[in-house]
């Protein structure tokens, strides 16, 4: 967490992270008929930070359901942000890593928290300018409200509504100190 920020509650644990996944990974393999042959058509896409490793984390428990190795792209849409040029700082861009053509595919876009919309309306255009995915369904570990925009997410593992100032904070083991997901008061106003 910051320095200012304060720790109103926490929502999910280590422990509840996991089941909701095993959760998601289970709905996944079950909309996708993913098996050896389907699993050629399918691939999670993780935006980053924090959606690249739950996308991974996804695709080893798909892989312990059904035995089927599911690619894994790392997605920045940084560029493709609509306030990319407004933004006072410098963004911090990173890796977009996508290994097999995503063209015809079946994808799942993978993120930590649905808030306005438009960090997923970003990743859509910067998908599209990839290729032509025969779908693309969206999985959000928190789904906060407050969207801006048309798009919801096909997978959710909790809905957590959030006043003005507050924010949901998830913590994952591979690039935090600590795993889990809380709700702050970021001190400040909407």
């Known amino acids: 967490?910051?320095?200012?920020?304060?720790?109103?509650?926490?929502?999910?644990?280590?422990?509840?992270?996991?089941?909701?996944?095993h959760r998601?990974?289970?709905?996944?393999?079950?909309?996708?008929?993913?098996?050896?042959?389907?699993?050629?058509?399918?691939?999670?896409?993780?935006?980053?930070?924090?959606?690249?490793?739950?996308?991974?984390?996804?695709?080893?428990?798909?892989?312990d359901i059904d035995?089927?190795?599911?690619?894994?792209?790392?997605?920045?849409?940084?560029?493709?942000?609509?306030?990319?040029?407004m933004r006072n700082r410098k963004p911090e861009v990173r890796e977009t890593a996508i290994d097999f053509d995503i063209h015809d595919r079946h994808l799942v876009l993978v993120d930590d928290v649905l808030f306005t919309g438009r960090t997923v309306r970003s990743a859509l255009d910067a998908l599209m300018d990839m290729g032509r995915p025969a779908s693309v369904h969206f999985l959000v570990m928190i789904d906060r409200g407050h969207r801006e925009l048309p798009i919801?997410?096909?997978?959710?593992?909790?809905?957590?509504?959030?006043?003005?100032?507050?924010?949901?904070?998830?913590?994952?083991?591979e690039c935090d100190e600590r795993e889990g997901v809380w709700l702050v008061d970021s001190g400040e106003a909407a």
Not at 39 to 61: E, K, N, P, S, Y
Not at 152 to 173: Q, Y
């Open 1 to 21: 967490m910051h320095a200012k920020d304060t720790v109103k509650a926490q929502l999910m644990d280590e422990r509840d992270l996991e089941r909701i996944l």
């Open 24 to 63: 998601m990974s289970r709905q996944i393999v079950e909309m996708f008929a993913i098996d050896e042959t389907a699993g050629a058509d399918f691939g999670l896409i993780g935006m980053q930070t924090r959606g690249v490793f739950l996308a991974r984390r996804l695709a080893g428990l798909i892989r």
């Open 67 to 85: 035995g089927v190795d599911v690619p894994v792209g790392i997605l920045d849409a940084t560029m493709y942000r609509d306030d990319f040029r």
């Open 152 to 173: 919801e997410a096909d997978f959710i593992g909790r809905r957590v509504p959030t006043l003005p100032g507050e924010e949901v904070r998830v913590r994952l083991s």
